[in-house]
């Protein structure tokens, strides 16, 4: 997409959802983003940024009822999947890259509902890769908490709550053998099964501590990009080490260090085949002088094509 010449375009969408996570806080994440220099940050990179705003979503204290105890806030969570989707293929058919900042990671659902549904207009299928601490990968059945971010991924594959499952009417958003889940270090019990059954790719800490960043994510695009016209990048802060980044939802020690997860970027970059990104669960109540929003923007930065030289 940077090759083209014509000035690439980026199109903002906030999503300010909490209803998917047990933790308050993340809500206030696409401020925090935005209040760290995002806009000005991306067109100095060269980019022509469009801000779409927030999209509406349900705030906790006015649903009262939070729904079904093993997928909490499930018909609210699919009401504004459902809408940020339709934002991100809007964006997507005026050719600009839609960039959605969350929010927990529910809203996933309605990111890639969205890039998935915009390609199978013209025949063709999209590849996802998952950066993240956690596998978010757990069913209502498997759910130790009824949580929904905890179940995004499994979503896009095909598993989970219909309301989620098949948005826009088809299903699945994401065929397994294209995903690849970078960052693993805490999954539930019952969830491994959902991981090794569905087949979607994983690779764990330990594997990037063996193998290092830069094999994995060669690795994990190739998975992405096989067959399908891109891939989106979904991007949890907490895959980060919380050294570095404390202000997420769900932090879990071990994470990718600070170079790590520039490089991480960096190899998705020289791919030239990330066509839509989300950056998801910062969490400015417990953040550190906003230094997870900055190094959020910093991430989403290289990983449009920020280069050290
Ligand atoms: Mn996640």
Partial sequence: MRETGIKPAVAVIGAPLDLGAGRRGV??????????????????LGFDVTDLGNVHVAQAESVGDSGPDDAKFLPQIAASCERLGELVAQ??????????????????????????????????????????????????????????????LACCVGVGPDALTHMFGFC?????????????????????GTVRGTGVRAFTMRE????????????????????????HLSLDMDFVDPQYAPGVGTPVRGGATYREAHLAMEVVSD??????????????????????????????????????L
Avoid: C, Y
């Fill in 91 to 152: 964006a997507l058919h005026l050719g600009k890259i839609p960039l959605v900042l969350g929010g927990d990671h529910s809203i996933a659902v309605g990111s890639v509902a969205g890039v998935s549904r915009f390609f199978r207009e013209s025949n063709a299928k999209v590849g996802l890769i998952w950066v993240d601490a956690h596998a978010d990968m757990n069913t209502p059945q498997s759910s130790p908490s009824g949580n929904v971010h905890g179940m995004p």
């Fill in 27 to 44: 809500d206030m994440g696409p401020s925090a983003v935005r209040v760290a220099g995002l806009g000005g940050r991306l067109q100095a």
């Fill in 271 to 308: 791919s030239n085949q990330m066509v839509s990104m989300e950056v998801v669960e910062v969490n400015p109540v417990i953040d550190e002088v906003n230094r997870t929003a900055d190094l959020a923007v910093e991430l989403i930065l290289s990983a449009m094509g920020k280069k050290i």
């Fill in 208 to 231: 990037i501590d063996e193998r290092g960043m830069r094999a994995v994510i060669d690795e994990a695009v190739g998975i992405a990009t096989l067959g399908t016209a891109g891939f």
């Fill in 172 to 192: 699945p958003k994401v065929d397994a053998a294209n995903v690849a889940l970078v960052g693993i270090r805490d999954v539930d019990i019952l969830e491994r």
